[in-house]
């Protein structure tokens, strides 16, 4: 019998359940802002209203957001953002020639010279010629065309629009989606939103997570029983491994993207951050076009960029781009399409993207200290990558590769058997557990590496090496004497 309500109408629950809504969505997970990331958030409440803990703060070592943890803004790209945001600052003599020339060309290119206006879908067409511009002076002539360029809202918007075009069929024609692990958890949640097929393909943890050919060939060949692989994920420099393929590699992948009919998705976002001695950036498209024709003319793939990361820092502004090469010019009209449903990315994103694409030039007054600040900013994160690297592994049981680039590192960490155990007990996975006890005892917030895929019976960690350099050094010391009082504890 139905309930009856007080005005007589029966009660017949809601419209919306978690039995009744978007399975695809219920199977998404994004281990960076998690369950161990919303306790964290619990516990800085908890410190607000006085109760007690063996700590002050949290440390979010969690996520990859520079400002967050201290890095200052470049002057040069927070000048221009203020001149665009508010245009009578143009009279103002405190602001350098150049910041000025840039914001008024920015202010030229949008509706009513304002950047509160909707700009072309693809991206306003001045910035999408200089991202031209800025892509083939950093393959070494390589042309590109504004064309072939879609400004998004960060990298991760321009991740899911190509990813969307891919998926199609069903059963065992469902697209398969090949990405590393441990990979960054926005492609398997993505994958998981969509409904496609995740292929997982191993990064090889004793030689510096590299990228080993074979292995996809063996994640490919055991994929194909079951769906239809069409797309070739690759993220270079590695997130949350670090590593920075060699340009051999990157040929090697090439080949087998042509070989096995796939559609490659560069995830270059941290192409700056590269730190290693020997190591050095390529871009899948320049190696792509210096492999000849035969490949250049065929092999189809778009490569993303984005501002949050590198020198810049500026995740809340929500700019990047993709290029696509090769792609069929009418599944281009649908892109296009596609990307005009949402209207258009953050405009102020978009005049940032073109600060970092365009930045100031030896003969202009702000060139010195935007050199400054950029050089210092990657100069502190590299001695903050080889200080982790050296910290960890004085540890007893932690083994850290190198952090060649990025700005993280994935240290293994050996846990008890007992810990192990403990954890189930608990219903938690091994080194949630691990963390959770390291947030709860020392305020401090890192990620698992469940949250991101790791080899059976392996335990990792993500933590980013942001922090300033003299609480990254506490914040290395914490997690160490932690990681020997854990072991004692459970062995």
Not at 9 to 36: F, H, Q, S, W
Not at 310 to 329: A, H, L, Q, S, T
Request: net charge neutral.
């Amino acid at each position: 019998m139905s309930q009856q309500a007080a005005n007589g109408v029966p009660c017949r629950g809601k419209v919306l359940t978690l039995d009744n809504m978007n399975p695809n969505v219920r199977r998404v997970e994004y281990a960076v802002r998690g369950a161990i990331v919303q306790r964290a958030g619990q516990i800085e409440k908890e410190l607000k209203e006085g109760v007690k803990k063996p700590f002050t703060e949290v440390i979010k070592a969690n996520i990859g957001d520079a400002h967050a943890m201290g890095q200052k803004p470049i002057s040069f790209l927070r000048q221009v953002l203020a001149l665009c945001s508010y245009p009578e600052l143009l009279e103002d003599n405190k602001f350098p020639e150049d910041a000025k020339h840039r914001a008024r060309r920015i202010l030229e290119a949008c509706g009513g010279h304002s950047i509160g206006a909707y700009s072309a879908s693809q991206g306003i067409e001045c910035v999408r010629q200089d991202v031209a511009r800025y892509i083939e002076k950093r393959d070494g002539g390589i042309p590109s065309n504004p064309d072939n360029i879609y400004l998004s809202t960060g990298a991760s918007d321009a991740i899911v629009t190509m990813l969307k075009l891919l998926v199609c069929g069903e059963g065992r024609d469902r697209t398969g989606v090949m990405i590393s692990i441990p990979q960054y958890p926005l492609y398997s949640a993505a994958l998981a939103d969509l409904g496609a097929v995740q292929i997982s393909y191993y990064l090889d943890e004793d030689k510096c997570w590299s990228l080993d050919v074979a292995e996809l060939k063996r994640a490919v060949d055991a994929a194909r029983q079951h769906c239809n692989p069409r797309v070739l994920c690759i993220i270079n420099p590695g997130n949350p491994t670090g590593q920075v393929q060699s340009r051999q590699c990157i040929e090697d992948v090439i080949r087998f993207a042509k070989e096995e009919h796939l559609f490659l998705m560069a995830d270059e976002v941290y192409q700056d951050n590269v730190y290693a001695e020997g190591c050095k950036f390529h871009s899948f498209k320049k190696v792509l076009f210096e492999m000849g024709p035969a490949y250049s003319s065929t092999v189809e793939m778009a490569s993303f960029h984005s501002t949050s990361k590198c020198y810049m820092g500026e995740c809340g502004f929500r700019g990047g781009y993709m290029e696509v090469i090769n792609m069929d010019p009418e599944v281009k009209a649908q892109l296009t399409k596609l990307v005009s449903v949402r209207l258009c990315p953050p405009v102020p994103g978009q005049a940032l993207l073109d600060l970092v694409v365009n930045p100031p030039q030896p003969d202009e007054p702000s060139y010195n200290t935007f050199m400054k600040e950029r050089t210092a900013v990657l100069a502190a994160l590299a001695e903050k990558a080889r200080l982790t690297e050296q910290i960890f592994n004085e540890v007893p049981g932690v083994t850290c590769n190198p952090v060649q680039g990025a700005m993280y590192t994935f240290p293994r960490i050996a846990l008890p058997q007992k810990a192990i155990d403990k954890a189930k007990e608990e219903g938690q996975v091994p080194d949630m557990f691990y963390c959770m006890r390291l947030l709860e005892e020392e305020g401090i917030c890192l990620v698992p590496g469940s949250g991101f895929g790791q080899r059976e019976g392996t335990f990792h960690f993500r933590m980013t090496i942001l922090p300033p350099t003299e609480k990254l050094k506490i914040v290395l010391q914490k997690i160490s004497d932690f990681h020997v009082r854990f072991t004692q504890e459970f062995s």
